[in-house]
């Protein structure tokens, strides 16, 4: 390869591998925070175990992508398989569903329940819409304390909604990270010309390099202010940009030096 | 008595009534109406059930187009079967067709519903249960276009809206189908009429119950639950008036919405 390309293709990959690196940082939070959402919102229903399933492939599959409650372990990551029970009803029909008596031969959670000993009786359900696309399913299942429990109540279902509404944009901001995540991961397998062993060794010295390193503090940095506030986030924004304009107006070099 | 024009006969002259209704709609089971179930399938032998699913239908697609095969895969989601059985007993002797476009096979969610619709409306069932929705925008016109022609063709569409903050179609449509909302109300020909609301009917949709697959029954919550309530009472009326026009039903609705509340008197908002 001549020279001139390599370094062009050598600077191509080097950004790539920041920005698979950014979203990592950026992601991680992203589920945080949705699950921060879920518990919330499960003490305002009054229920313990919550679940956010999101869409996986064109199928119409469900996994969980964030859980809480006594079975939360053994739901993380599990797939429900498209157009099953509750949860598969709700997202391909978009209709916010309660049961208050699963029973059972629920299909999906009856199967969870057998391996766990939990025994679900009660789910609300509702779907996470983001532009009118249907993304994944909002659950409740049960109340707190001891059954029998009382019903989920159409006021308790107008509020899974709104949680869902605000559920879904955090969904959404998940999955686009996670997109351009896998896009770039896939750019960097499949391409016939690398040598795996070499990018392996060249990840590394690039990811142990104090540049980077830098680049990614700064990266957690920028979210760790982005999450304490509208206020915090404004003034961030506009000390970047004035940073970025007397950057673009100053020499071809960096303009700051300690 | 009810005068579907909500005035005193006495009062206006006698060409204004259109049409009297008398109460034996009360007493009727749906007999000979035929009654379209757009939605998860349904389990033909529960035994709230057996022997009154005329039809069952599943969509299939086949060279990028949707087809309807004959299907025996029941309801893998519940809820096809939870509205039959709402409908089966209300009017227990109208003709149930099931119509199934939610399930697994990677149909697009508004399209296999479009599909659904379309389907009903050829076959002119007489009246259309549709316990589903879409919010995504580009279904918004085909809707429209379907709508009117199950209104040309005499189809009533009785369509669950959606308790999201954002417009659900077809139930926001309000001039060709009917839209229902959930209410508390158990007793189940207790319905009721919001007039000026995008939403015009409330019926029972609070811890309904209703069958299962299986042959269980469950207590459900949700407006999917009332739409099939007003589907079961149009039935018991086109049993007893079969040439009710879908503008007529829609009136008549109304006159028993207003008995039902109590009131009278014609009110505006």
Same mark, same amino acid.
């Given at each position: 390869?001549?020279?001139?390309?390599?370094?062009?293709?050598?600077?191509?990959?080097? &950004?790539?591998?920041?920005?698979?690196?950014?979203?990592?940082?950026?992601?991680?939070?992203?589920?945080?925070?949705?699950?921060?959402?879920?518990?919330?919102?499960?003490?305002?229903?009054?229920?313990?175990?919550?679940?956010?399933?999101?869409?996986?492939?064109?199928?119409?599959?469900? &996994?969980?992508?964030?859980?809480?409650?006594?079975?939360?372990?053994?739901?993380?990551?599990?797939?429900?398989?498209?157009?099953?029970?509750?949860?598969?009803?709700?997202?391909?029909?978009?209709?916010?569903?309660?049961?208050?008596?699963?029973?059972?031969?629920?299909?999906?959670?009856?199967?969870?329940?057998?391996?766990?000993? =939990?025994?679900?009786?009660?789910?609300?359900?509702?779907?996470?819409?983001?532009?009118?696309?249907?993304?994944?399913?909002?659950? =409740?299942?049960?109340? &707190?304390?001891?059954?029998?429990?009382?019903?989920?109540?159409?006021?308790?279902?107008?509020?899974?909604?709104?949680?869902?509404?605000?559920?879904?944009?955090?969904?959404?901001? =998940?999955?686009?990270?996670?997109?351009?995540?896998?896009?770039?991961?896939?750019?960097?397998?499949?391409?016939?010309?690398?040598?795996?062993?070499?990018?392996?060794?060249?990840?590394?010295?690039?990811?142990?390099?104090?540049?980077?390193?830098?680049?990614?503090?700064?990266?957690?940095?920028?979210?760790?202010?982005?999450? &304490?506030?509208?206020?915090?986030?404004?003034?961030?924004?506009?000390?970047?940009?004035?940073?970025?304009?007397?950057?673009?107006?100053?020499?071809?070099?960096?303009?700051?030096?300690? | 008595?009810?005068?579907?024009?909500?005035?005193?006969?006495?009062?206006?002259?006698?060409?204004?009534?259109?049409?009297?209704?008398?109460?034996?709609?009360?007493?009727?089971?749906?007999?000979?109406?035929?009654?379209?179930?757009?939605?998860?399938?349904?389990?033909?032998?529960?035994?709230?059930?057996?022997?009154?699913?005329?039809?069952?239908?599943? $969509?299939?697609?086949?060279?990028?187009?949707?087809?309807?095969?004959?299907?025996?895969?029941?309801?893998?989601?519940?809820?096809?079967?939870?509205?039959? +059985?709402?409908?089966?007993?209300?009017?227990?002797?109208?003709?149930?067709?099931?119509?199934?476009?939610? %399930?697994?096979? %990677?149909?697009?969610?508004?399209?296999?519903?479009?599909?659904?619709?379309?389907?009903?409306?050829?076959?002119?069932?007489?009246?259309?249960?549709?316990?589903?929705?879409?919010?995504?925008?580009?279904?918004?016109?085909?809707?429209?276009?379907?709508?009117?022609?199950?209104?040309?063709?005499?189809?009533?569409?009785?369509?669950? $809206?959606?308790?999201?903050?954002?417009?659900?179609?077809?139930?926001?449509?309000?001039?060709?189908?009917?839209?229902?909302?959930?209410?508390?109300?158990?007793?189940?020909?207790?319905?009721?009429?919001?007039?000026?609301?995008?939403?015009?009917?409330?019926?029972? +949709?609070?811890?309904?119950?209703?069958?299962?697959?299986? +042959?269980?029954?469950?207590?459900?919550?949700?407006?999917?639950?009332?739409?099939?309530?007003?589907?079961?009472?149009?039935?018991?009326?086109?049993?007893?008036?079969?040439?009710?026009?879908?503008?007529?039903?829609?009136?008549?609705?109304?006159?028993?919405?207003?008995?039902?509340?109590?009131?009278?008197?014609?009110?505006?908002?």
């Amino acid at each position: 390869m001549p020279e001139a390309n390599e370094n062009d293709f050598s600077a191509k990959l080097r &950004r790539l591998v920041e920005t698979i690196d950014i979203a990592n940082i950026l992601t991680e939070p992203l589920t945080q925070s949705i699950t921060n959402l879920l518990k919330i919102s499960a003490a305002d229903i009054n229920s313990d175990e919550a679940s956010v399933l999101i869409r996986e492939g064109d199928q119409g599959d469900l &996994r969980f992508l964030a859980v809480i409650g006594e079975v939360a372990e053994h739901l993380i990551n599990m797939t429900v398989p498209a157009g099953k029970g509750i949860a598969g009803f709700v997202l391909s029909s978009g209709q916010p569903i309660a049961v208050s008596d699963v029973g059972e031969d629920e299909t999906f959670y009856a199967e969870v329940d057998k391996t766990t000993g =939990y025994l679900t009786q009660m789910i609300l359900a509702t779907p996470l819409r983001h532009n009118g696309e249907i993304i994944g399913v909002l659950e =409740y299942i049960n109340r &707190r304390g001891d059954a029998p429990f009382e019903p989920f109540t159409p006021a308790e279902m107008d509020k899974a909604a709104m949680f869902a509404d605000a559920i879904a944009s955090l969904v959404n901001a =998940y999955e686009s990270a996670k997109l351009f995540r896998e896009l770039s991961d896939k750019v960097l397998t499949e391409d016939e010309n690398l040598n795996v062993a070499e990018v392996r060794i060249w990840l590394g010295g690039l990811r142990d390099s104090a540049e980077h390193r830098e680049m990614m503090d700064l990266a957690v940095l920028i979210r760790e202010i982005a999450s &304490r506030g509208d206020a915090e986030r404004q003034m961030c924004r506009e000390v970047l940009g004035a940073v970025l304009k007397y950057s673009d107006s100053s020499s071809e070099t960096s303009f700051l030096s300690f | 008595m009810t005068t579907v024009s909500g005035f005193e006969q006495t009062s206006i002259s006698p060409q204004a009534i259109y049409f009297q209704l008398d109460d034996s709609w009360r007493s009727a089971s749906g007999k000979g109406v035929s009654v379209a179930i757009v939605d998860s399938g349904i389990d033909t032998d529960h035994p709230n059930l057996a022997g009154k699913i005329l039809e069952s239908v599943e $969509a299939r697609v086949e060279n990028k187009r949707i087809v309807f095969d004959p299907s025996d895969n029941g309801d893998s989601a519940g809820h096809g079967t939870a509205c039959a +059985g709402i409908i089966a007993k209300i009017a227990p002797e109208a003709e149930l067709h099931s119509i199934k476009v939610l %399930g697994a096979g %990677g149909l697009g969610d508004g399209q296999a519903f479009l599909a659904g619709l379309e389907y009903a409306i050829k076959k002119r069932y007489r009246v259309i249960n549709l316990s589903l929705g879409t919010t995504k925008p580009q279904f918004f016109s085909p809707l429209h276009d379907l709508l009117d022609r199950a209104y040309q063709a005499g189809s009533i569409v009785v369509a669950a $809206a959606n308790n999201l903050p954002y417009p659900s179609f077809p139930s926001v449509f309000s001039s060709s189908l009917i839209s229902v909302i959930k209410s508390e109300e158990t007793d189940p020909l207790n319905f009721g009429f919001h007039y000026g609301e995008v939403i015009e009917l409330t019926a029972p +949709g609070v811890n309904v119950r209703t069958a299962w697959p299986g +042959g269980g029954h469950r207590n459900l919550t949700g407006n999917s639950f009332a739409c099939p309530h007003i589907v079961g009472i149009i039935a018991l009326l086109l049993e007893k008036y079969p040439d009710l026009t879908p503008f007529q039903i829609k009136s008549a609705l109304y006159s028993i919405a207003k008995e039902n509340q109590g009131d009278d008197t014609e009110t505006r908002p």
